[in-house]
């Protein structure tokens, strides 16, 4: 049975909003997608009326979510600042209401006050360390590097989840080989999918990727934060982020809001893509997220036949300029056909050529990641 958008809008027309008036009179409703018994939509309000709409917003999703043929419900709230308003409250320091997810602001708090952004980053209860992989610019291998070294986090004998917040193109599905949609708990949280001895979820189970393409800055966020604080991730030693590429104000907002105790930065040797590593640097050094190190991606093209090394692109780039920086370096992956046919079609190298050369090298990445999390990690399970 196919949702309709009339369908959606009759019932949000039965939620009064806090203005008084029907929720679909509130002009606050994004435009509602629905296809395939998915639906999703965000309401837009106002930075200081957030807080009175949280409610509102679990109302939505909960009326939406009943209506025979649903599968999936996700109603964003996304607060934007208006120019000389007040700042928003802060999130709650722990979550109080299943189902209420924290507001955030469209535009970053300003930084340097008394007040650091990790202590206003409430932690996720189960998970020891989150930890975002990033990149200055698509198409470098983050979410390849992402899923690998999760992997090799879990070779290591941690507990590791995925989530893929590359919201402008998910490609954890397409590197898992995962399509199914994830279902709800008793406590209606979405049970994370499992592959690999992952804990596993992207929004690309969630939403059509085009959907996500559209979606501006303060949905981007919600969405996260939902997929962050909704799930029931369980108990984690790591939880390793994969993030949007670049360094813009989505991506900046994200990095101050997600408690992240580190940052991984993949990069290629080219030029280009190491200022690029650069403004990531100075992205994470902004919001005081620790930069656990650089990893060169597509670092020498080591050839299939005979295993010469060519440095195609001026490799050891990234190398340098993490000494340069004062930032740890990680490694080096090669470009190589088995990684590129392994990502590709849903069987992660680490995984599928555990006794490989990549693997090695991945698993040399975790430990170094392992080793800089330690006493996190032990903190937690103290
Ligand atoms: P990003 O997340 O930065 O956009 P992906 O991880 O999706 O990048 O990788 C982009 C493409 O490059 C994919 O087809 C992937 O299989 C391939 N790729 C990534 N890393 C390597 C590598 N080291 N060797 C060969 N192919 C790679």
Redesign the pocket.
């Known amino acids: 049975m196919s949702v309709t958008q009339q369908q959606v809008l009759d019932r949000l027309a039965k939620i009064k909003s806090p203005r008084g008036v029907a929720l679909t009179n509130a002009n606050v409703l994004s435009a509602i997608s629905a296809s395939d018994g998915k639906v999703f939509f965000s309401i837009n309000v106002d930075a200081a009326e957030a807080r009175a709409w949280e409610t509102v917003r679990a109302e939505a999703e909960a009326a939406v979510r009943a209506i025979p043929g649903v599968t999936t419900a996700m109603v964003a709230l996304t607060a934007e600042r208006k120019a000389g308003s007040a700042p928003p409250p802060p999130p709650q320091p722990s979550r109080g209401t299943p189902g209420v997810p924290p507001v955030h602001a469209h535009k970053p708090p300003p930084q340097g006050g008394a007040q650091s952004p990790m202590a206003r980053q409430s932690e996720i209860p189960g998970i020891a360390a989150v930890i975002a992989v990033a990149?200055g610019?698509?198409?470098?291998?983050?979410?390849?590097?992402?899923l690998n070294l999760a992997l090799g986090l879990r070779d290591l004998g941690l507990k590791v989840g995925l989530l893929d917040a590359?919201i402008y193109?998910p490609?954890v599905p397409r590197?898992t080989g995962l399509h199914e949609k994830p279902e709800l708990d008793g406590e209606r949280k979405m049970i994370p999918l499992r592959r690999f001895g992952l804990a596993i979820m992207s929004i690309g189970f969630l939403v059509e990727e085009e959907t996500a393409m559209i979606w501006r800055g303060p949905m981007v966020m919600s969405a996260v934060t939902q997929m962050l604080r909704d799930v029931a991730w369980g108990t984690l030693d790591v939880l390793v982020v994969?993030m949007p590429?670049g360094t813009g104000d989505a991506q900046l907002t994200l990095a101050q809001n997600v408690p992240l105790k580190g940052a991984v930065i993949?990069s290629t040797p080219q030029d280009l893509s190491l200022i690029d590593a650069r403004r990531g640097l100075a992205m994470f050094k902004k919001v005081n997220v620790p930069v656990l190190g650089i990893v060169e991606?597509?670092?020498y093209f080591q050839c299939p036949h005979c295993g010469t090394k060519s440095d195609i692109f001026g490799h050891g780039g990234a190398r340098h300029e993490a000494e340069k920086l004062g930032v740890p370096f990680l490694g080096e992956?090669?470009?190589?056909?088995a990684?590129?046919?392994t990502?590709?079609a849903g069987n992660p190298v680490v995984d599928s050529e555990p006794d490989g050369p990549h693997a090695a090298i991945y698993r040399a990445i975790a430990g170094q990641v392992r080793d800089q999390l330690k006493g996190v990690i032990a903190a937690a399970r103290s």
Request: aromatic share 0%.
């Open positions: 990149s610019k698509g198409g470098v291998g983050k979410s390849t590097t992402a590359d193109g490609s590197l994969d590429p993949v991606n597509m670092s992956i090669p470009l190589h056909m990684i590129r046919a990502s590709d």
